[in-house]
T-cell receptor, first 112, second 114 residues
Framework: AQSVTQLGSHVSVSEGALVLLRCNYSSSVPPYLFWYVQYPNQGLQLLLKYTSAATLVKGINGFEAEFKKSETSFHLTKPSAHMSDAAEYFCVLITNDYKLSFGAGTTVTVRA | DARVTQTPRHKVTEMGQEVTMRCQPILGHNTVFWYRQTMMQGLELLAYFRNRAPLDDSGMPKDRFSAEMPDATLATLKIQPSEPRDSAVYFC????????????FGPGTRLLVL
């Protein structure tokens, strides 16, 4: 079965500090992986995606993620947190039949 | 700027009433999904369609939920009768498979069943 696991349901960072959200995947075939962000009372917005091209993927709002096959990981980072980054982040894997397998989500709070 | 739209954005109803949620996918997309989000279960796939044909509705309680696509620009999700445990946010998403991997989400319908 294809699935993702997000480590840590809640992350708190200071404004200007590094944001690191961890995601590990399980897949018997080369995976397509995504990070989505959900701001309060809104839908999910795509941050970035990995589709077997470059292993370092850059997304919107200064986020990037690195695909590491040896570690089955797809961690999301941003060098300097901004107050507007406070949201819930989902690591997502797409299955062969185009269904999405969601991680449980990580809520990010940013301290001034 | 093409977007998935959903109506209504909020719905409060009483137990036993029928609820209909509507979704307009992005023009040209061939695949439409319905998801439900709750605190306890997170995001769950309820059903999805490709080229208006239902492909999988195994995530839906069959006795009370139904999903249809009357035409390519409209998808509906109905609950009849509604129950308090149906309270959740319901998201519609659309995509163009296999040309593109990304699914685009609507803003959701927040449903409260009293």
């Amino acid at each position: 079965a294809q699935s993702v696991t997000q480590l840590g349901s809640h992350v708190s960072v200071s404004e200007g500090a590094l944001v690191l959200l961890r995601c590990n995947y399980s897949s018997s075939v080369p995976p397509y992986l995504f990070w989505y962000v959900q701001y309060p009372n809104q839908g999910l917005q795509l941050l970035l995606k990995y589709t077997s091209a470059a292993t370092l993927v850059k997304g919107i709002n200064g986020f990037e993620a690195e695909f590491k096959k040896s570690e089955t990981s797809f961690h999301l980072t941003k060098p300097s947190a901004h107050m507007s980054d406070a949201a819930e982040y989902f690591c997502v894997l797409i299955t062969n039949d185009y269904k999405l397998s969601f991680g449980a989500g990580t809520t990010v709070t940013v301290r001034a | 700027d093409a977007r998935v739209t959903q109506t209504p954005r909020h719905k409060v109803t009483e137990m036993g009433q029928e609820v209909t949620m509507r979704c307009q996918p992005i023009l040209g997309h061939n695949t439409v999904f319905w998801y439900r989000q709750t605190m306890m279960q997170g995001l769950e796939l309820l059903a999805y369609f490709r080229n208006r044909a239902p492909l999988d509705d195994s995530g839906m309680p069959k006795d009370r939920f139904s999903a249809e696509m009357p035409d390519a620009t409209l998808a509906t999700l109905k609950i009849q009768p509604s129950e308090p445990r149906d309270s959740a946010v319901y998201f519609c998403a659309s995509g163009l498979w296999p040309n593109e991997e990304t699914q685009y989400f609507g803003p959701g319908t927040r449903l409260l069943v009293l």
